[in-house]
């Protein structure tokens, strides 16, 4: 089951940032939809990606580096003719956010250490 995971996790940070730094500025205007409101479902679904690709990475440490991402992300875009903007990134920190309390709610707010088992016994 971690292959076809591990595959989506992939998709899903391709996808993502061939989106956010390409050239698809008249697409994101054109479809209609919130701009904000995608930045935090994408940079919820990359913080699952990275929890996925990278499991024994703490979650705040990828919570952290997908923030640092979403700003890579608005300097690049101010590089290439798109509109950078502090507003895209507190739309990627609320999603990263939310993403990190779900996390936290689903595994009953106990730390990783408690699902994990010891094979010294």
């Known amino acids: 089951m971690t292959h076809p995971l591990r595959l989506a996790a992939v998709a899903i940070l391709v996808v993502s940032l061939t989106l956010m730094i390409g050239p698809f500025g008249n697409v994101e205007a054109a479809s209609g939809v919130w701009d904000k409101g995608a930045h935090f479902v994408v940079f919820g679904l990359i913080l699952w990606s990275l929890g996925v690709l990278f ?10 580096l997908a923030l640092a991402l979403g700003g890579a992300v608005e300097v690049v875009q101010g590089m290439v003719g798109r ?39």
């Open 55 to 64: 499991r024994r990475l703490p979650r705040t440490v990828a919570a952290l």
């Open 83 to 121: 509109d950078a903007s502090w507003g895209d990134l507190l739309a990627d920190g609320l999603g990263i956010a939310v993403a990190l309390l779900l996390w936290a709610a689903w595994r009953g707010f106990r730390p990783r250490t408690a699902f994990q088992t010891s094979n010294t016994r």
